[in-house]
């Protein structure tokens, strides 16, 4: 696997570098947009994901990601300030798949890259229409969700709010992706939609709704579906 790692900070660099080395992955640095430029135009092996950087010496990390999306269908992880609010969402919108703000640890940074490696296709070609965690069980072929082993019956709105979550299942997805997808591209200003129906989905889904550990809220950002179990274990009766 092999990653290009965008980010003006030398000690952050470093310690991202080495971490990643230790974990097998092949670490191309860059510290400028122009460096990261010259890196894509020459490089001889295609990379595999890209960690990217907003604020860099001659511009934002913004402007690269234009570049890599007309190139090709790389994941984009991008690694923000949290005051970088608006540029993330932005980015978001526009392809990125998932944020890190800073600081983050190296297990979390970890866990966001496989999610978007597998994404992406990398390492499992299958998009994701199965989804366990814990006592929940979403299969969206069947378009059925049971808890515990029990139907849970969801209105045609909160199914198709909750299997847009499940086919980027732990990542981040954008009030505005959300509603644009569940309600169609005139509704994306209209968040309190999501408030509504994501608390009916928590009331259903959740063992305790105020406290959710399966649809979390990214503040000022959206939501995220928590990441499904790796071993799904026997089958749920269905
Ligand atoms: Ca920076």
Request: aromatic letters at 4%; hydrophobic letters at 45%; charged letters at 30%.
């Amino acid at each position: 696997m092999r990653v290009l790692l965008l980010e003006d900070d030398r000690e952050l660099c470093r310690t991202l570098r080495d971490a990643l080395t230790m974990e097998g992955y092949a670490v191309l640095t860059a510290a400028s947009l122009a460096e990261a430029n010259a890196l894509l135009a020459h490089a001889r092996e295609p990379l595999d994901l890209v960690l990217l950087d907003l604020g860099l010496p001659d511009g934002d990390g913004e402007q690269l990601l234009a570049t890599l999306r007309r190139r090709e269908s790389l994941p984009v992880l991008v690694l923000s300030a949290r005051q970088a609010e608006g540029q993330k969402i932005r980015l978001l919108d526009a392809g990125a798949d998932d944020y890190l703000v800073k600081p983050f640890g190296v297990a979390e940074l970890l866990a966001r890259m496989r999610v978007a490696l597998r994404r992406r296709g990398t390492r499992v070609s299958a998009a994701l229409t199965d989804y366990r965690r814990a006592a929940v069980h979403i299969d969206l072929h069947a378009q059925r969700v049971w808890r515990d082993g029990a139907p849970v019956h969801l209105t045609p709105t909160e199914f198709a709010l909750l299997a847009r979550l499940v086919r980027q299942a732990g990542q981040v997805v954008t009030h505005r992706q959300l509603l644009r997808d569940v309600w169609g591209a005139e509704f994306t200003e209209h968040t309190h939609y999501l408030r509504l129906y994501m608390g009916q989905l928590r009331a259903k889904l959740e063992d305790e709704p105020a406290e959710p550990r399966l649809l979390l809220t990214e503040p000022g950002v959206g939501y995220r579906l928590a990441e499904p179990d790796e071993d799904p274990g026997p089958l749920m009766p269905s």
